[in-house]
């Protein structure tokens, strides 16, 4: 018991070692251009939980939702309601609902007009540029202008861009791409849509 | 022209009808058991903006951390500070920081223990159980037990367990299974952990 206890304290001290030497290995600060893709749940959930963390850290945040617009999720009226966060819902809703091309493409252009305008403030700490993905996928904006304009911004501010299928040029521009995997959903159990999870 | 935009809403159209058959083909209504793993990040961060969307539809969220303890992150305050939220850090840091196999398998107990007496409290809408996953991986809690104190609870709780290499007999338990892949990360290019990104 007490050699399984050394040993363990032996591989863990090893280990200790190595990820202090990895940790001073990383030197360099900068704003980063992150990208939620995927199929699965969290992306959006996880850019408003980083949008959270950096409001806790006492940062302004912009928010600008490309797709989504009518519909409001839980979190967006506490996230509004916190001192440094400017949320701007510009989309008109999904393709499919809204039906109209040019309708969907003027609103992309609203929403991108939108994020340079905020990205140019002082003191923003993060930009995230929700569903921006789906707005490329459908070529509502071009891609080279966004790429030039995402890497065209203040050093040390944070971007993250949500939605499915991120364009393969978006992901080589960026500095974390996260794919979020759908290994299981409840969906295609039956479950529906819940207050609280999905909205 | 005009002929492409009625092509589109077409399109679209029936793109709606898919949509709206879906959605009407999915009734039942449950407390899911959720998990968030992968090497990827978002994990926790996805996992503490669900419990923002629950307490944003008004109901209380349950936070017990069976890892992480010292290291405070940049949203736990603004969470703590919300009506119904509680939030409760049972780790003591790291394996590999603690080196303490004995120490690690107490601290596990009582977030285990803790996690146990919230899921039965009355009005609890989510609980989210941060690095379990972590826990279980290193056998600091018997699996079996974990699933079973899962599995039984009331049945319109939602539970999220976070952390890499999610045990197989957990995630065939959950409804919900998301993998984080690290398509591409910051690190690898020597960028160090953040204030309002890593933490």
Redesign the interface.
Known sequence: MTE??DR??DK??K??AV?DAE?A??????G?LMV?T?A???K???????A??????G?RVGVVQFIKGAWS???????EA?PGLEWHSMGEG?????????RDVAACRRAWDKAMALKAEDGL??LVLDELCIALRYHYLPLPEVIDGLMDRPPML?VVVTGRNAPPAL?EA??????????????A?????????E?
Chains 1, 2 share one sequence.
């Open positions: 399984d206890a363990h304290r863990m001290a280990r200790k990820q940790v290995s990383k030197t360099v600060e900068k980063l939620h995927g699965g749940k969290g959006s959930t996880a850019a408003f939980g980083l959270l963390r950096m409001l806790g850290r940062r999720t839980g979190e967006r009226p506490l996230l916190m999904f393709t499919w609902e809204t039906q109209d091309r040019e700490g993060m944070h992901m960026a500095d974390l791409v996260t794919e979020m995997l759908p290994r299981k959903h409840h969906f159990a039956g479950v529906k849509a819940q207050e609280g999870i909205f």
